[in-house]
T-cell receptor, first 118, second 110 residues
Framework: DTGVSQDPRHKITKRGQNVTFRCDPI?????LYWYRQTLGQGPEFLTY????????KSRLLSDRFSAERPKGSFSTLEIQRTEQGDSAMYLC?????FGTGVTGNTIYFGEGSWLTVV | DAKTTQPPSMDCAEGRAANLPCNHSTISGNEYVYWYRQIHSQGPQYIIH?????ETNEMASLIITEDRKSSTLILPHATLRDTAVYYCIVRGYSNYQLIWGAGTKLIIKP
């Protein structure tokens, strides 16, 4: 499978614990995005990387949220001191910055990582 | 806020064509119309996109009006597996952010 891969798919954690999600983008894609989705809502943009540079992070929900993409390949999203309100699906996506052909720079999503904070 | 307006829900009989409308009256000349769908508990799946010409791929067809203020996604022969929430999104060519509305919940009935 050459799509966007996310791990773990499901995580249950106790309030106050830290959690980390990993995303492996489509191999040639230089942009990587993180979104959050709660039940009944559309995805909400959090942050994105172009290669290893994090170009937009003002939408991260609080300073408990951080993301890295150290070598411009995979990325991690960490949530520190989790709260029950952090329970959601965390989506990773990737794209080319400039694409050609039929799909161009379409953004492709992974299957998501479900977080439940108890 | 989302730049698109979609009906909250639609039904379609299995085997028939499903036509999902979307209004995007404030679309700019360099903005594309993208369609994604999300089957329950899964990540969004890209379907199709277009700028001003009609487009077709193995999943669907996209019809964009001449004034570009609205579009229709057509699933030619709907199956039960097409039951999902369908999102219409307007995006500038290299915009990094997708702004999602509420989408249309499409239910395919046997």
């Amino acid at each position: 499978d050459t799509g966007v891969s996310q791990d773990p798919r499901h995580k249950i954690t106790k309030r106050g614990q830290n959690v980390t999600f990993r995303c492996d983008p489509i191999s040639e894609h230089n942009r990587l995005y993180w979104y959050r989705q709660t039940l009944g809502q559309g995805p909400e943009f959090l942050t994105y990387f172009q290669n290893e540079a994090q170009l937009e992070k003002s939408r991260l929900l609080s300073d408990r949220f951080s993301a890295e993409r150290p070598k411009g390949s995979f990325s991690t999203l960490e949530i520190q001191r989790t709260e029950q309100g952090d329970s959601a699906m965390y989506l990773c996506a990737s794209s080319l910055q400039f694409g050609t052909g039929v799909t161009g720079n379409t953004i492709y999503f992974g299957e998501g990582s479900w977080l439940t904070v108890v | 806020d989302a730049k698109t307006t979609q009906p909250p829900s639609m039904d379609c009989a299995e085997g028939r064509a499903a036509n999902l409308p979307c209004n995007h009256s404030t679309i700019s000349g360099n903005e594309y119309v993208y369609w994604y769908r999300q089957i329950h508990s899964q990540g969004p799946q890209y379907i199709i996109h277009g700028l001003k010409n009609n487009e077709t791929n193995e999943m669907a067809s996209l019809i964009i009006t001449e004034d570009r203020k609205s579009s229709t996604l057509i699933l030619p022969h709907a199956t039960l597996r097409d039951t999902a929430v369908y999102y219409c999104i307007v995006r500038g060519y290299s915009n990094y952010q997708l702004i999602w509305g509420a989408g249309t919940k499409l239910i395919i009935k046997p």
